[in-house]
């Protein structure tokens, strides 16, 4: 499946190192409906999604929603949230 990603503008995560090893964020998501899930507390450490992107889900920090977001395949996301549900990825 091609995903439409033109109207994005991607850039290099300013914590990513200089040896090659680069994330790259997009921004440009413009009327796009971010959402925190309903599971999340008031403690700052929140990640917004916006629905609606044919094929993929932008991510991003709700501390910093200027920041740009990353975006994965729906296919994937919907397998992490899947998990995050069984308590796959619970703390030891």
Do not use: I, Y
Not at 38 to 61: K, L, M
Not at 64 to 80: C, H, R
């Amino acid at each position: 499946m091609r995903v439409d990603l033109t109207g994005a503008r991607w850039r290099k995560s300013t914590h990513s190192g200089s040896g090659g090893e680069c994330v790259e964020v997009a921004d440009g998501f413009g009327g796009a409906a971010w959402f925190k899930s309903s599971h999340s507390a008031n403690g700052g450490q929140c990640v917004e999604v916006a629905p609606g992107f044919s094929g993929v889900v932008p991510v991003r920090d709700s501390k910093d929603p200027e920041g740009g977001a990353l975006v994965f395949p729906a296919g994937a996301f919907a397998a992490f949230v899947a998990a995050l549900k069984v308590g796959r990825f619970d703390a030891a």
